[in-house]
T-cell receptor, first 116, second 114 residues
Framework: EPEVTQTPSHQVTQMGQEVILRCVPI?????FYWYRQILGQKVEFLVS????????KSEIFDDQFSVERPDGSNFTLKIRSTKLEDSAMYFC??????????????FGPGTRLTVT | GEDVEQSLFLSVREGDSSVINCTYT??????LYWYKQEPGAGLQLLTY?????DMKQDQRLTVLLNKKDKHLSLRIADTQTGDSAIYFC??????????????FGTGTQLKVEL
């Protein structure tokens, strides 16, 4: 069964450094998302991406964040200058096309980002 | 704004039914979801229900939606030790043509005891 994959599983970085989190959504899916979960808190929406552009973003997704689909398979989240409060589990998700099915969101296993 | 609340813990005996509850605040919710997270794993989509439905059944899972009270529940029949996990309730509101933002609850830790 196709799955969303994410790399790396754990990323440790120093404050102020740039990080790129990578995701491979399920093939033929058209909608892509990033969420994050700070330890002990709820899973929070960051951004949705469709047709090669951001369709919606949350207040968390400020100028330090960007997303890209550089080729037909990868979907990346870049944090330009990491802060301690960016430490969280970051989840990628994707949704298929098709009437009604775009409501189904499939999540990857997550990347744990630790900013020191 | 949207808010989704769940109780934090539920403990049941193997073979019993589990009922995990969720309340949400936004009456504009269109789809409501249940996700399962096992240790070290991602969020697994279990089931979802459209807001014009009252009930949905899928094998051992039954979802009940009370739209008037903004209450969603997930019943797991014949609960097994493999059902031990965190269960997240989520809602989406007025999905746009370009995506479907989900708002999650805190998650309920289900522990199944022998």
């Amino acid at each position: 069964e196709p799955e969303v994959t994410q790399t790396p599983s754990h990323q440790v970085t120093q404050m102020g450094q740039e990080v790129i989190l990578r995701c491979v959504p399920i093939s033929n899916h058209l909608y892509f998302y990033w969420y994050r979960q700070i330890l002990g808190q709820k899973v929070e929406f960051l951004v949705s991406f469709y047709n090669n552009e951001i369709s919606e973003k949350s207040e968390i997704f400020d100028d330090q964040f960007s997303v890209e689909r550089p080729d037909g398979s990868n979907f990346t989240l870049k944090i330009r200058s990491t802060k301690l409060e960016d430490s969280a589990m970051y989840f990628c998700a994707s949704s298929p096309r098709g009437a009604g099915r775009s409501y189904e969101q499939y999540f990857g296993p997550g990347t744990r980002l630790t900013v020191t | 704004g949207e808010d989704v609340e769940q109780s934090l813990f539920l403990s049941v005996r193997e073979g019993d039914s589990s009922v995990i509850n969720c309340t949400y605040t936004d009456s504009s919710s269109t789809y409501l979801y249940w996700y399962k997270q096992e240790p070290g794993a991602g969020l697994q989509l279990l089931t979802y229900i459209f807001s014009n439905m009252d009930m949905k059944q899928d094998q051992r899972l039954t979802v009940l939606l009370n739209k008037k009270d903004k209450h969603l529940s997930l019943r797991i029949a014949d609960t097994q030790t493999g059902d031990s996990a965190i269960y997240f309730c989520a809602e989406s509101i007025k999905p746009t043509g370009g995506g479907n933002k989900l708002t999650f609850g805190t998650g309920t830790q289900l522990k199944v005891e022998l």
